[in-house]
């Protein structure tokens, strides 16, 4: 039998003159010959009221969020809420809180651009027990790169030099555990009687410094271009402990752009 991956999502905003709130919710689900369900596609609908009361095991995430803005301040902030048990009566509900936060406070004017931002993914968020529905297409997280089990702090600077050349500097520290949404669900705190704790991150904790160079800049309508080139000090790589892997950071994106009438 072939399977089927289907992905839902709908979000609401509340929208004022320096402050906007939004909630939303995202579904991922599938199976042998599943279809898409009709009662995904309504916005104005709870699914993880509906999933709940289906014969199915769809992985439903809530997500809330907050934009503000004052006197040339930005304030972002996010959160994501995969599960969280409220009872414990057995052991399968001594599972920990899954969640995702990120928050990011930029200050610009005409000119400069100076933001310091961190986000967390607790372990085993995004993932579950059925391999069709966890967070992932073609191996890759359908969400930050490193998927979950990890946490990171940047402090971002940047300044025009021209009218169409920008230049900057980034600092970065990641920590990544050996969690990962294609893990299998083990479900480890099926094993205690009392509520499940687990360092964060998890394992042998990767730590990535990075220092990086950043130019951003385009030409006419047609070309736009970003470069970052830096440093990066690896302790724990690839979660072996002692194994460093310090090297240089490059990356180079172009754009083009094409306007033409038919």
Do not use: C
């Not at 990086?212 to 072996?240: D, M, P, T």
């Amino acid at each position: 039998p072939d399977i089927y991956r289907w992905f839902s999502g709908h979000r609401f905003e509340l929208a004022f003159p320096f402050i906007s709130l939004g909630a939303g919710e995202m579904v991922v689900y599938g199976g042998e010959n599943r279809q898409p369900e009709w009662y995904y596609f309504i916005p104005l609908y709870f699914f993880h009221g509906e999933q709940r009361n289906r014969p199915y095991d769809d992985n439903t995430l809530l997500i809330f969020d907050m934009r503000a803005r004052h006197r040339g301040f930005y304030l972002s902030l996010e959160f994501l809420l995969d599960d969280i048990q409220i009872e414990h009566n057995i052991p399968e509900e001594n599972e920990p809180p899954l969640y995702g936060f990120n928050g990011e406070l930029v200050w610009r004017n005409e000119k400069t651009n100076i933001g310091v931002s961190y986000r967390k993914i607790s372990n085993w968020t995004f993932n579950q027990r059925r391999f069709y529905n966890r967070y992932i297409y073609d191996d890759e997280p359908l969400s930050d790169s490193l998927g979950n089990d990890f946490d990171r702090l940047a402090l971002t600077g940047k300044r025009y030099i021209t009218p169409h050349l920008m230049g900057g500097i980034k600092l970065e520290q990641e920590r990544d555990g050996e969690g990962a949404i294609q893990a299998p669900w083990e479900m480890p705190w099926t094993e205690v009687e009392d509520n499940y704790e687990e360092p964060f991150p998890t394992g042998v904790v990767e730590t990535r410094r990075k220092i990086s160079l950043l130019s951003e800049g385009w030409r006419g309508k047609w070309l736009e271009w970003s470069f970052k080139g830096g440093y990066q000090w690896v302790s724990n790589s690839e979660h072996i402990k002692g194994k460093n892997g310090d090297g240089v950071i490059l990356s180079l994106r172009l754009r083009l752009r094409f306007n033409f009438k038919l």
